[in-house]
């Protein structure tokens, strides 16, 4: 088939396959994981559903990792990974009554 001069055919993407899959949700863990604890936010092109969907993945093994939430943001071009809110410690007034023994 034929292009009209100067111009490029749009590239075929390949779906990754399930050892590829697997192989970078692990190695993006963990180069997101420094990302976030250096800068707090990481951010990478993720313009298919596929790469959208490996990179939540990837969100959640680092939430994991980190014990801390993690959340991811697409836009359809990008996807943002950063920190999600802590859960505030309960209130002293939540907080469970501590039983005290009576002397007598």
Do not use: C
């Not at 292009?3 to 692990?26: D, F, I, K, N, W």
């Amino acid at each position: 088939m034929a292009h009209p001069l100067g111009t490029q055919p749009a590239p075929r993407r390949t779906p990754l396959s399930a050892e590829e899959r697997v192989r970078s949700e692990a190695s993006f863990a963990s180069l997101v994981a420094q990302q976030l604890v250096a800068n707090g936010r990481f951010r990478v092109s993720a313009d298919t559903p596929e790469m959208v969907d490996l990179f939540q993945a990837v969100a959640r093994r680092v939430g994991e990792t980190l014990q801390r939430p993690v959340v991811s943001y697409a836009n359809g071009r990008y996807i943002v990974i950063t920190f999600g809110q802590e859960e505030a410690p309960a209130a002293p007034a939540e907080a469970p009554a501590q039983h005290r023994g009576t002397g007598t």
